[in-house]
């Protein structure tokens, strides 16, 4: 099943793709937080999935509707170098264990809303990234028993200013701007997807295709990640994992052909099997 965070009339609403468009599981009696939805567990779920199954009212048309953040975490927890293509064209070497940062808060931004790229940095780039939902609270699990945590998968984008990344070896700071964790629009459950596969993971800036990866081509799973991150924080229903993104980023490229990201540039992550995600850059 597919599910989204969007807004009607200002409220936030728990939405279903159904044939035509969303169809809003908040009127029907269901949670109106993804978070929520997330921690019913397998009844909630089957209940939505029956309840989308048959549904046969009024949709809101794709094209009209206005996403919200995917979920309100508590944690969003980020796993760099997590493909061997990435780590080899930025100069790095295959981690043998998770390389976790975080982002803030106020970083995650839904999908078609615009980010603003501030004017005292200029270096800014796009990671493609299959994001983890987490479905139930996760402390010290170990890796065997990590995908039963997981609610979902969803879109992300990595938006990175590289010339705040390196100024230290913390990369918090060029990773967590206002928007710089864009998310969705849709969220696939964990029994609909399988990040193992060769799903394919694409960007495009201005329609232009950036990357082209498979998420299995991970190093390491979406299960291996969240119980490494399990074993440092607990994880709650409705936190996000980003995990790591393929080879094609600009820090990737000579220095000569490095054309960063700038206002105006529309950048989109597609993930097989989930959706696209859509970002305008604006300037601030």
């Not at 969007?6 to 109106?32: C, E, K």
């Not at 694409?202 to 299960?223: H, K, L, P, W, Y």
Request: hydrophobic share 40%; net charge negative.
């Amino acid at each position: 099943m597919k599910l989204c965070s969007f807004i009607d009339n200002g409220r936030p609403r728990v939405g279903a793709a159904v044939r035509g468009g969303v169809a809003d599981m908040t009127a029907l009696g269901f949670p109106s937080d993804m978070g929520e939805a997330a921690a019913g567990g397998a009844a909630l779920l089957e209940r939505m999935e029956a309840a989308a199954g048959a549904y046969d009212g009024a949709v809101y048309a794709l094209d009209r509707v206005e996403f919200g953040n995917v979920t309100s975490p508590g944690k969003i927890v980020c796993a760099g170098l997590n493909y061997k293509s990435h780590a080899e064209e930025t100069g790095g070497q295959a981690p043998e264990y998770p390389v976790l940062f975080s982002k803030f808060g106020d970083a995650l931004s839904p999908s078609g809303a615009p980010v603003a790229l501030p004017g005292w940095r200029r270096c800014y780039d796009y990671e493609a990234e299959l994001v983890v939902v987490v479905g139930a609270r996760a402390y010290n699990v170990p890796p065997e028993d990590a995908a039963a945590h997981i609610f979902g998968y969803t879109c992300g984008n990595d938006l990175s200013a590289r010339d705040s990344q390196f100024l230290s070896s913390q990369w918090l700071s060029g990773k967590s701007f206002p928007g710089f964790a864009p998310a969705g629009p849709f969220i696939v459950t964990a029994d609909c997807f399988d990040p193992s596969a060769d799903n394919a993971i694409v960007c495009r800036v201005n329609g232009e295709s950036v990357q082209n990866g498979v998420t299995s081509d991970m190093i390491f799973t979406c299960a291996e990640t969240l119980s490494a991150a399990s074993r440092c924080f607990p994880l709650e229903p409705g936190d996000l994992i980003f995990t790591g993104t393929p080879a094609g980023v600009i820090l990737g490229k000579p220095k000569g052909r490095r054309v960063w990201l700038r206002p105006g540039d529309t950048v989109e992550v597609a993930i097989e099997g989930i959706g696209t995600l859509v970002t305008p850059l604006i300037a601030y």
